[in-house]
């Protein structure tokens, strides 16, 4: 089965400097990865995916870039604000497959 | 407010003893999914729904788990005799045309 890894488990960032979390996936069938924010007492909330047709996607502040050869991708926030503090998951889907299985998760802290 | 909704959001239920969540999802999502997190983990997949039918289930899901989704609308997941290894918070996640949308999950601890 597929197995997702992330990196950094915890990382502090000053605001308005950019954030970067990766992610590496075992499986090449999978082809498709969001990401997700997760506030205390909430459950995770989508905020960027992308398929494995497509290199990048960016949404405003976020970006999202994938290495299908490599099989990692990035989540790149840029001029981070204090409410971008959260902990965040990527994930991966196989094609064909309802199941998504996430990452570790990374704890991110924008010091004001 | 993310549309899907789960309760109770909190149990706290002895050992042994079995417990009953409930997750609605919107009217749009024709597909259910439920996952597990323990603390400093990322979800775990359970269980998922295509309307009525339970179409997937992770080898995490004992005999002691169950879950329905009678009507293809809300869905419930029954724990039997639970242990202490079943603390957790269960989410569901509720999926149409778009992506998954979770609930804010209910949090169960077994003392």
């Known amino acids: 089965g597929e197995n997702v890894e992330q990196h950094p488990s915890t990382l502090s960032v000053q605001e308005g400097d950019s954030a970067v979390i990766k992610c590496t996936y075992s499986?090449?069938?999978?082809?498709?990865f969001p990401w997700y924010k997760q506030e205390l007492g909430k459950g995770p909330q989508l905020i960027i995916d992308?398929?494995?047709?497509?290199g990048e996607k960016k949404d405003q502040r976020i970006a999202v870039t994938l290495n299908k050869t490599a099989k990692h991708f990035s989540l790149h926030i840029t001029e981070t604000q204090p409410e971008d503090s959260a902990v965040y998951f990527c994930?991966?889907?196989?094609?064909?497959?309802?199941?998504?299985?996430f990452g570790t998760g990374t704890r991110l802290t924008i010091i004001p | 407010d993310t549309g899907v909704s789960q309760d109770p959001r909190h149990k706290i239920t002895k050992r042994g003893q079995n417990v009953t969540f409930r997750c609605d999802p919107i009217?749009?999502?024709?597909?259910l999914y439920w996952y597990r997190q323990t603390l400093g983990q990322g979800p775990e997949f359970l269980t998922y729904?295509?309307?009525?039918?339970?179409?997937?289930k992770s080898r995490l899901l004992s005999d002691r788990f169950s879950a329905e989704r009678p009507k293809g609308s809300f869905s419930t997941l029954e724990i039997q005799r639970t242990e202490q290894g079943d603390s957790a918070m269960y989410l569901c996640?509720?999926?149409?045309?778009?992506?998954?949308?979770f609930g804010s999950g209910t949090r169960l601890t077994v003392v």
């Open positions: 994930a991966a889907r196989e094609g064909g497959n309802e199941k998504l299985t």
């Open positions: 499986d090449s069938a999978s082809n498709y």
């Open positions: 992308i398929r494995s047709n497509v």
């Open positions: 009217s749009e999502h024709n597909r």
């Open positions: 729904f295509q309307n009525e039918a339970q179409l997937e």
């Open positions: 996640a509720g999926a149409g045309a778009g992506g998954y949308t």
